[in-house]
């Protein structure tokens, strides 16, 4: 009776809303729709899955249908319908929600899912909290420690050779932001690019690497997932990256039992100021180490990386473009000549601003953004043979945003240069919710400021110690997935000192 009466409302809903049926693939296995399941994960090992789905656009429609084990699915890279879902119509879609956490007595070894609740992966009243949390970690006074900043480079400077050889940047600026972001998050730098470390950089962040391509393939078969249960190298990875963190978490409740936790060394006290740690503020608001670990992880699961590969992608266009690099250099050299470096003075680069938008939007670290929706909703387009009425959206349904497609998408960027790594563009470029790198609405990312401030600092202190980078490396950008998507062949450039 019930499911009559939904039927009921939904019809209604649908004609007072003017709303035509979306596109549908056409699946080849109507029950499941295990062939486009399938034919994803073979363009995925192929590396060219990004390209696999702007062909999906093109043929089925800017927003289609499709199933997805047994449910309805919905694709969407149009602005309008990307607009409603993160902001608009914010309250009716929520995250697609990760495996149970699971039971405080369970250890580590057990091979639990990588992530369980925290400001990635939950809504509601847990999400408001945990962003609410996460917001002071993202001040000014907080992403603008420069002398900080500056002490990493010049342990990474130590690693760039100096002598016309070729050298992999991308892991090295991993391990820099690797050292960066646990200083702000655990309070202590993993110190990965120091001489003297005894942390395998290497181990961790390959188990960090296996631990997210699991959980994306698990986000990507839902409750089929118990078919990769066997999957050892994944529960090892996992292992290796909760042993980790739970490390720190043990540290700040010992330090926090100790009274020590609110304890600044005298001497950052004197040129940081306060610092805000956020593992420190969470042990003071619950001393479970297991919520503990998940909470970071969420947190740490964005930091640990996501800025180096935003600069490789960055780099790797300036080796290749000799004329964009050159402009850049020139400035950058003029703009820093009679004053140090400062959160203003990195703003005020203009060409580095539109070199940093032209990379993410090229290459949008995470390619798509997921939402599941709680309640029968309108979407404004996406229907009909012209794809111009607006859909009706079921509660259940799962809903893709492809916001790296929208990024590239001819019709919004320019029929000639929409793939072409461009950054005069944004000499005119003012594009609203068509650019959305970072997300949108309430959920939007809350370090974009600290992503721009410290991709920034790397490449002005990059260019005011070399004159020049060039690539060492024929290779296309070829995209290999993880929770985000980067450059398989890495980052290989040989630098020339100034
Ligand atoms: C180039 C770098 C980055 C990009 C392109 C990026 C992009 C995004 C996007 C698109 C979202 C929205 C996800 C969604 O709506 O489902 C997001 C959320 C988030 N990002 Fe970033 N991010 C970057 C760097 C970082 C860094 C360095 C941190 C932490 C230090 C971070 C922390 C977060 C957090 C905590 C959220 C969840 C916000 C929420 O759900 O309320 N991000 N990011």
Not at 65 to 89: C, D, F, K
Not at 90 to 95: D, E, R
Not at 133 to 160: A, C, M, V, W
Not at 383 to 389: I, Q
Request: aromatic residues 10%; glycine residues 6%.
């Amino acid at each position: 009776m019930q499911r009559v009466s939904e039927y009921l409302i939904f019809s209604q809903l649908k004609r007072q809303n003017g709303c035509a049926e979306p596109r549908k693939y056409p699946h080849k296995d109507p029950i499941l729709g295990l062939d486009l399941f399938l034919e994803s994960g073979k363009v995925m090992k192929s590396n060219s899955l990004l390209a696999f789905n702007h062909r999906l656009f093109d043929t089925y429609g800017k927003t289609f249908q499709y199933n997805s084990w047994g449910h309805i699915a919905i694709r969407t890279m149009q602005p309008e319908n990307i607009q409603a879902v993160l902001s608009t119509s914010f309250g009716a879609f929520g995250v697609v929600p990760l495996k149970v956490k699971p039971s405080k007595n369970q250890k580590p070894e057990s091979g639990n899912p990588l992530m369980s609740k925290g400001i990635f992966t939950a809504d509601g009243v847990i999400w408001e909290h945990a962003r609410s949390l996460i917001k002071p970690t993202f001040s000014k006074h907080q992403i603008t420690n420069f002398s900080s900043l500056e002490g990493h480079f010049r342990k990474l400077l130590d690693l760039i050779p100096r002598d016309n050889s070729t050298v992999d940047l991308a892991p090295l600026l991993k391990r820099f932001i690797l050292d960066t972001s646990t200083e702000f998050l655990f309070g202590k730098s993993v110190e990965c690019l120091s001489p003297t470390t005894t942390f395998d950089s290497k181990q961790f962040l390959d188990a960090f690497d296996i631990s997210m391509r699991g959980l994306g393939e698990r986000l990507m078969l839902g409750k089929f997932s118990f078919i990769k249960g066997r999957d050892q190298p994944y529960k090892d990875a996992v292992k290796t990256v909760h042993a980790y963190i739970d490390g720190h978490v043990e540290r700040a409740l010992a330090e926090q039992q100790d009274h020590k936790a609110e304890k600044l060394d005298a001497n950052e006290r004197n040129h940081k100021g306060k610092r805000y740690i956020l593992l420190n503020e969470m042990v003071k608001e619950t001393q479970d180490p297991v919520e503990l670990r998940y909470s970071l992880l969420n947190v740490f699961f964005p930091a640990h990386d996501a800025t180096a590969v935003a600069v490789n992608n960055i780099l790797f266009h300036l080796a290749r473009e000799p004329k964009i690099q050159a402009r850049l250099r020139a400035d950058i050299m003029a703009a820093t000549k009679s004053q140090p470096l400062s959160f203003e003075l990195l703003k005020s680069i203009k060409y580095l601003r539109y070199i940093f938008n032209e990379g993410i939007r090229l290459h949008t670290p995470p390619n798509r953004l997921l939402r599941i929706c709680h309640k029968d909703t309108v979407l404004p387009v996406g229907g009909g043979v012209d794809g111009k009425s607006p859909i009706l959206v079921r509660k259940g349904t799962n809903i893709q945003l492809h916001t790296q497609a929208m990024h590239v998408d001819p019709d919004i960027w320019g029929a000639n240069d929409a793939h072409v790594f461009r950054p005069e563009r944004w000499e005119t470029a003012r594009p609203t919710w068509e650019y959305l790198p970072f997300g949108g609405g309430p959920r939007i990312c809350p370090a974009q400021q600290m992503t721009y401030t410290e991709s920034a600092f790397i490449i002005v202190r990059l260019f005011q110690e070399f004159k020049e980078i060039r690539s060492r490396d024929v290779e296309p950008w070829t995209e290999m997935h993880r929770m985000i998507v980067e450059n398989k062949n890495g980052l290989k450039v040989m630098l020339v000192p100034a």
